[in-house]
């Protein structure tokens, strides 16, 4: 038996690596950090990380046994539905404790002029035809939008897409966090008429919507995916607290 648990925290963002650093620092506990290797330069958290997939909820389920996991931290994006399946899966499968860290949704207040939409397909259906669009939505999901040949997209992303992209779509790189100040210039100086997203939630991106706001620019929010029930903190330290009542 290891003298002290093991947590697995699976990451990806921001939030992550700050509970990764602030778990690195306390002694009670074995922290590894899991990314899913997409990005090539990754900003990396304090402590053990381990890269790339884990091959499905068997793979996850034999990494959990081989490593004496004790507790698994689902800390990933709100949209990687995908790993959080798996994590519910593969815990329940073990019988061990999982718990979300989850930062709350964005949500539209006075001034704003958002239309929800269910997915990607259903946003690229919903511009209209002429639109200039601030797209940021990340490299893996611009397919749909990409269809729209009618549609001039300025998408921005991270990494550059795996793909080429057509004319209609100008490729943005940058890394958040974005001032608002930023975002206008940027909308105002491209023209954008409208802004497709996804709801992310976070302080690093909000500064679009407030932007979109101010210059009266309407807002096409993908709603967040369902993940599996589990015991779920929205910020660092509240998750703190729900580990330590965890394990204690
Ligand atoms: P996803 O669709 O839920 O996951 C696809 C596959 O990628 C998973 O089945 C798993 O492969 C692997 N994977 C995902 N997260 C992993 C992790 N933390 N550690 C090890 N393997 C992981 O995920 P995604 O939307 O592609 O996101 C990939 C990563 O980027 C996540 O860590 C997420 O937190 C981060 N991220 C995502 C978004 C977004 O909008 N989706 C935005 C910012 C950051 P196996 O089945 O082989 O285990």
């Known amino acids: ?32 950090s899991s990314l899913a290797g997409r990005t090539a330069a990754p900003l990396l958290p ?43 899966a593969a815990c329940s499968e073990l019988g061990l404790p999982l718990v979300r860290l989850e930062r709350p949704p964005w949500r539209a207040g006075p001034g704003d002029d958002w239309r929800m939409v269910a997915d990607a397909r259903e946003a690229a259906r919903a511009i209209p035809a002429g639109a200039r669009v ?23 992303m991270i990494e550059p897409p795996a793909s080429p992209v057509p004319a209609h779509c100008e490729i943005l790189l940058a890394r958040p966090p974005f001032t608002i100040s930023g975002e206008t210039a940027l909308m105002r100086e491209r023209a954008i008429g409208m802004l497709v997203t996804k709801n992310s939630g976070g302080a690093a991106t909000a500064a679009k919507l407030e932007a979109a706001r101010g210059l009266g620019v309407p807002v096409l929010m993908i709603a967040r995916p369902q993940k599996p029930p589990a015991p779920s903190a929205e910020t660092v330290a509240e998750m703190l607290a729900l580990i330590d009542r965890t394990l204690g």
Request: with cysteine.
């Open 1 to 32: 038996m290891p003298d002290r648990p093991t947590i697995l925290v699976l990451g990806g963002t921001g939030e992550a690596r700050a509970l990764a650093s602030d778990l690195a620092g306390d002694a009670r506990y074995r922290i590894v």
């Open 134 to 156: 601030l797209l940021t939505v990340g490299g893996g999901e611009i397919a749909p939008f990409l269809e729209r040949g009618d549609v001039a997209f300025v998408a921005r």
């Open 46 to 88: 304090d402590g053990a990380v381990r890269r790339g997939g884990f091959g499905g909820v068997e793979g996850l389920a034999a990494y959990l046994c081989d490593e004496e996991v004790a507790l698994v931290v689902d800390a990933t994006h709100p949209f990687a539905a995908r790993m959080s399946e798996n994590a519910a």
